[in-house]
């Protein structure tokens, strides 16, 4: 079987080629129709000597052109380099010799950062630029011109589950790190070739499809940029399955909701607060019709329980699925909350993915009500690309098999189900006690007058670090630190609160909404808190 993404794509295409496949702005594409630009794509890059093994980097937002490079990249077994369009300089000359990139699209708006970063590249020789209604001048071949005359026939080489797939990662905590999957692993890890629900892995190749084609297929809806791993594995998998991928070129709520009115958008994915609490606020400024939404999704960042509460009070008729996993680790769980269930206090509670255990720091399984590092075995990644330093690093093995351990905390609890505690390398050390940063932001977002929130350690002479937050106050409101302060105490242990608070205008996050603890770290060293607690330490 070739368990390849191309393969996967083009099955859909066959079942139903006719079937709108993307939407983006006030464009559309079929099945058909994608399929024959990415193979003109395919066949221009093949012109330039690209094909298999070879680096390509998509700079882009979300676009139409974005999906057809993915696709175009796979289909001559190349790969595509996720570059992210808020890097500067510097990061960009990185990432583009790290990555080994030799072809670059990118869109008109990033032309003077790419004619800064390539004379300092010259491992890159073929750039191709997107227009996207900026006017800036740019020496990439022109996107279209580069399709023009191109064949849209399907006449490429047979392909393999082996091919590399490899997603960009770790931005906003150093410099970016390559995680390579074979197309089969990730896959079966994030594609859809298992059953989230029941953990049993699809027969073949074909599944996806047939499904679709029995199904009608629906419109999906993912907010994140296509240039982190939240995003791609929500659009690749809905083409597989014959459903229609609604694009936004940048994430804005009230476009969102625009979007889910006009397409009549059934699932919507998110990646945790920092696209649900302004779309929450969109919708209760707008006068939007959301009844078509059926489930509202979200992976990869925290999810707060007051949140999720508050979107199904909006979106009574929806479920909520909160899944938890990494570029690393992949799909490792998952939890659905209905309206009239109570979400839990603190990070998801998931019923754990097929070969997800928690293991203590002798790599063993650990007992119910224990806490530990998350592991996932099965379908796991080949490593990091040009890192085989760090790539040992994240492998451990349990029982003879091989894991991997992305750096997640979580406890076991008494009924089988894991809850997500936090990322390791940014949890706080207080005085011996350890605190992930996850729980306090949850804590801290509760409160009526605080719209989002990054928690970081800051040095203390006493406890070697103090609980330290950054808030951002809803438009218009002010916060009382003393009742904030209260408030985070009714809900978690007194070691756990924060004892220095800035407020700030913004809090500083990537495009996908991910947290930046890098920035946060900076911005408390580099001004005075707004509040102390009076027994700062204690």
């Known amino acids: 079987m070739a368990l390849n993404i191309a393969d996967l794509f083009e099955h859909a295409v066959d079942a139903f080629p006719d079937r709108t496949a993307i939407a983006c702005g006030d464009r559309a594409a079929t099945f058909a129709e994608l399929e024959g630009r990415a193979n003109q794509l395919a066949h221009h890059l093949a012109e330039q000597g690209i094909g298999r093994g070879d680096h390509i980097g998509l700079y882009s937002r979300n676009s139409i052109e974005a999906i057809e490079t993915l696709l175009a990249a796979y289909k001559l077994r190349a790969v595509t380099v996720n570059v992210n369009y808020r890097y500067v300089e510097n990061e960009l000359r990185y990432l583009f010799d790290n990555a080994d990139l030799v072809a670059v699209v990118h869109e008109r708006r990033f032309s003077d950062r790419m004619a800064a970063v390539l004379p300092d590249t010259p491992g890159v020789r073929h750039t191709l630029v997107i227009d996207d209604g900026t006017d800036l001048p740019s020496d990439s071949t022109g996107y279209e011109d580069a399709l ?87 659009t690749l998998p809905a083409l597989f399955a014959g459903d229609t991928v609604v694009l936004l070129p940048q994430f804005d709520p009230h476009e969102v909701w625009q979007a889910i009115d ?37 992976h990869a960042a925290l999810f707060s329980p007051s949140v999720k509460e508050q979107i199904l009070e909006a979106l009574p008729n929806a479920v909520i699925t909160d899944a938890i996993g990494s570029s690393e680790s992949g799909f490792q769980g998952m ?114 007058d605080v719209f989002d929130a990054l928690v970081v350690g800051v040095p203390d002479e006493r406890l070697g670090q103090r609980v330290a937050a950054l808030v951002q106050p809803w438009e218009g409101r002010d916060v009382d630190f003393v009742a904030l302060d209260t408030h985070v105490r009714e809900q978690l242990a007194g070691y756990k609160t924060p004892r220095s608070i800035w407020t700030v205008e913004q809090v500083g996050r990537a495009p996908s909404g991910k947290p930046d603890y890098r920035w946060a770290k900076t911005y408390t060293e580099e001004h005075d808190p707004t509040w102390k607690a009076a027994n700062v330490g204690v």
Request: overall charge negative; charged content about 25%; glycine content about 14%.
């Open 148 to 234: 023009a005359d191109q064949s849209t026939e399907r006449d490429f080489g047979e392909r393999s589950p082996d091919d590399l797939y490899i997603l960009f990662t770790g931005g906003t905590t150093g410099y970016p790190k390559g995680v390579m999957w074979r197309h089969e692993d990730v896959w079966r890890t994030l594609g859809g070739g298992i059953d989230f629900y029941t953990g049993e892995a699809l027969p073949d190749e074909w599944a996806q499809s047939q499904r679709g084609r029995e199904s009608g297929g629906m419109t999906r809806l993912p907010c994140a940029p296509l240039i982190h791993g939240a995003a791609q594995w929500a």
């Open 262 to 298: 006009r397409h009549q958008v059934r699932v919507v994915t998110i990646v945790g607060d920092a696209m649900a609490r302004p779309l929450l606020a969109a919708y209760q400024e707008g006068d939007y019709d959301a009844s078509s939404v059926i489930a509202f999704s979200s």
């Open 335 to 448: 939890g659905v909350i209905l309206k009239g269930s109570k979400p839990g206090a603190g990070g998801p509670r998931v019923n754990g993915g097929p070969k997800t255990i928690v293991i203590d720091d002798d790599n063993r399984q650990v007992a119910p009500g224990e806490t530990g590092r998350l592991a996932r075995g099965g379908h796991v990644p080949i490593g990091y690309y040009k890192d085989p330093e760090k790539t040992a690093s994240i492998f451990v093995e349990v029982d003879g098999e091989r894991y991997v351990v992305a750096g997640d905390y979580a406890r076991l609890e008494e009924d089988g189900t894991i809850t997500l505690l936090g990322r390791g390398n940014v949890s706080i050390n207080t005085g011996g006690e350890k605190v992930f940063p996850e729980e306090v932001e949850a804590a801290l977002k509760s409160h009526a």
